[in-house]
């Protein structure tokens, strides 16, 4: 197995709903990663996990929670939302923070939709 | 790190090569990628270099690294229209993956 997987694929929520994204992958890596992206966009680095302990939080707003429960499990909770947080939110993973010589594997990513 | 340039649009005609353009900033980057991103999908890893090479040719995608200017190109050869997406280079520090602003190639039939 060589994917990330997230899911859901869209999501649409309210500003007072509570919600997660999820991601999975098989391949043994141990550092995952969180990227927020808008449209016509480079990917904005959020969370880094590297051995399932949290690592970097690039000053991310706390309606934002990150959660590793295991080396495979990446999830983010939601909790109320802006409109300004509908964006693209893409998992990665690599071997090891620091070690990505063949580059990190994205999943397709979560579109997230805040009304 | 923060600040990887690349051209916002490409348009070329099927049949084409197309090169698309990228300035870096961390000399002391290990690596550097090109990511394609096609629209609602997430990034595909479509080739790295190691910063000790000049050249690298994968099939139809050849990427030239000039490590004096930090100059990235990757040019596609018989460009088609399913190349049509943004692409993406990016470094890695070491520490972390620094994305370039996006390049979007449109392919004309």
Request: overall charge neutral; glycine content about 6%.
């Amino acid at each position: 197995d060589t994917e990330v997987t997230q899911t859901p694929k869209h999501l649409v929520m309210g500003m007072t709903n509570k919600k997660s994204l999820k991601c999975e992958q098989h391949m043994g890596h141990r550092a995952m990663y969180w990227y927020k992206q808008k449209a016509k966009k480079p990917p904005e680095l959020m969370f880094v996990y590297s051995y399932e302990k949290l690592s970097i939080n690039e000053s991310v707003p706390s309606r934002f929670s990150p959660e590793c429960p295991n080396s495979s499990l990446l999830n983010l909770h939601l909790h109320a939302l802006q409109p300004e947080d509908s964006a693209l939110y893409l998992c990665a993973s690599s071997p090891a923070r620091g070690t990505a010589v063949y580059g990190y594997t994205f999943g397709s990513g979560t579109r997230l939709t805040v009304v | 790190g923060e600040d990887v340039e690349q051209s916002l649009f490409l348009s070329v005609r099927e049949g084409d090569s197309s090169v698309i353009n990228c300035t870096y900033t961390d000399s002391s980057s290990t690596y550097l990628y090109w990511y394609k991103q096609e629209p609602g999908a997430g990034l595909q890893l479509l080739t790295y270099i190691f910063s000790n090479m000049d050249m690298k040719q994968d099939q139809r995608l050849t990427v030239l690294l000039n490590k004096k200017d930090k100059h990235l190109s990757l040019r596609i050869a018989d460009t088609q229209t399913g190349d049509s997406a943004i692409y993406f280079c990016a470094e890695n520090t070491g520490n972390q993956f620094y994305f370039g602003t996006g390049t979007s190639l449109t392919v004309i039939p």
